[in-house]
């Protein structure tokens, strides 16, 4: 199954989120039934995060938007974390500072917007500047309703002026999962520290959040920087979704190891040299085979 073509926003089409079925596993029944399909997408993550640190041509930016409860961290550890850290960043976007909010909306986000070779994660991201701003009218609408142009262009700029590719999900969960996690955070001591205060204030504008991402999707959904509504009530299929699109779209960058840069020949010819001259100055000593080099059997 190809959830990029399932889970995708159309561009300038509109979606309604409670047509859509957060509970939603495909073909898969259980979590052990979806482990060897999903750790080879994350296996392949890794090898094509290789990829693209060698290459340094293009980037990644992974945008998680959900309500709260909706997973964010948990596919940041599980999706991010099957790459090497060196070449990844996370940046979760809180409340803006005082200094923040005395600069556009965007100038506190592209800083962390990813350089060549990088895979970028944002937690929560510039899209709060259309949706808990709007919910809660932080700025009147004559303000945030032009917004969705900026994000547009904004994204279009990542990705035309530095081959960024851009890649949205909104991790679906009905509410009634969303009150079931935060239970688990009332009952479980490990997760006690999620709990916010805002957490049931948050939750009673359910369907204002609800309308706000539906204008997201409508607004901002294009070929560049597509958005994929992830059905997140599991989170097994969550990560196994994810990790799919994100599969897909970096293997059609087309990437390709680089070649050295430097003399191989040359080079070579040091290496043997400076072989040799070490075996000469400790006869005696027993060596290891060099690393990559075939056994003779
Ligand atoms: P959390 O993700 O649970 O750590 O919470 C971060 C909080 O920061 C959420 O309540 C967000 O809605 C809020 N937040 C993030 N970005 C903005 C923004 N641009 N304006 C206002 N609140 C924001
Ligand atoms: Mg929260």
Redo the contacts with the bound molecule.
């Keep these: 199954m190809d959830y990029r073509k399932l889970f995708v926003v159309e561009p300038g089409k509109r979606v309604k989120l409670d047509k859509l079925d957060a509970d939603y596993t495909g073909k898969h029944c259980s979590e052990d039934r979806a482990k060897a399909e999903t750790k080879k997408y994350l296996d392949k993550l890794n090898d094509l995060q290789y990829l693209l640190y060698s290459e340094a041509r293009h980037s990644l930016l992974i945008v998680l938007q959900a309500m709260?409860a909706g997973g964010?961290d948990g596919t940041v550890r599980h999706v991010l974390g099957a790459m090497n850290p060196q070449g990844t960043m996370v940046t979760?976007?809180?409340?803006?500072t005082a200094q923040e909010l005395k600069q556009d909306?965007l100038w506190r986000v592209h800083p962390h917007a990813p350089a060549r070779g990088m895979v970028s994660a944002f937690?929560?991201s510039h899209y709060?500047?259309v949706?808990?701003?709007r919910v809660h009218k932080?700025v009147p609408k004559s303000i945030w309703s032009r917004r969705y142009e900026f994000i547009n262009e904004f994204e279009k700029l990542l990705h035309r002026e530095n081959e960024t590719y851009v890649l949205k999900f909104f991790l679906h969960i009905s509410k009634e999962e969303q009150l079931r996690r935060f239970q688990e955070r009332l009952v479980d001591p490990a997760r006690n520290w999620?709990i916010?205060e805002?957490d049931y204030k948050?939750r009673e504008y359910w369907d204002d959040y609800v309308k706000a991402y539906e204008d997201v999707f409508a607004k901002t959904s294009t070929k560049h920087a597509p958005w994929y509504i992830i059905p997140a009530n599991q989170k097994w299929f969550r990560n196994l979704a994810v990790s799919q699109i994100i599969v897909a779209a970096m293997e059609e960058i087309g990437m390709q190891m680089p070649k050295a840069q430097v003399d191989l020949e040359m080079i070579r010819r040091q290496y043997h040299q400076a072989l040799d001259e070490d075996s000469e100055s400790r006869p005696d000593e027993k060596r290891r085979p060099a690393r990559g080099a075939k056994s003779k059997k």
């Design positions: 709260d964010k979760s976007f809180k409340q803006p909306f937690n929560r709060e500047d949706l808990v701003v932080l999620k916010s805002d948050e």
